[in-house]
Nanobody, 116 residues
Framework: QVQLVESGGGLVQPGGSLRLSCAAS????????MAWYRQAPGKERELVAS????????NYADSVKGRFTISRDTAKNTVYLQMNSLKLEDTAVYYC?????????WGQGTQVTVSS
């Protein structure tokens, strides 16, 4: 199985930027559409952005459209999420997974905290 490890989270001010990385343990991930998900305190996990296996088709939640950009680098077995103009409501644990997700493959995620 492909294992995914998220990194890049941290504490930022509103309006700041972060780039999250999702590193895959094997090249098999390249055949799957991938996505970033997030879960804020007291809320259910939601889809943030997805990218097709070839990287040409991208979809975003309305709440992040125009601010976040998903990308992937097959040579590095990595999926990225560039987050700009961060808002307080972006605070959550961010996870990567397949799209649709493999339910048994959720990792630790990476914490993003936007605070003034």
């Amino acid at each position: 199985q492909v294992q995914l490890v998220e990194s890049g989270g941290g504490l930022v001010q509103p309006g700041g930027s972060l780039r999250l990385s999702c590193a895959a343990s094997a090249t098999a991930f390249r055949v799957y559409a991938m996505a970033w998900y997030r879960q804020a305190p007291g809320k259910e996990r939601e889809l943030v952005a997805s990218i097709s296996s070839g990287g040409f088709t991208k979809n975003y939640a309305d709440s992040v459209k125009g601010r976040f950009t998903i990308s992937r680098d097959t040579a590095k077995n990595t999926v990225y999420l560039q987050m700009n103009s961060l808002k307080l409501e972006d605070t959550a644990v961010y996870y990567c997974n397949r799209a649709p997700p493999a339910q048994g493959s959720w990792g630790q995620g990476t914490q993003v905290t936007v605070s003034s």
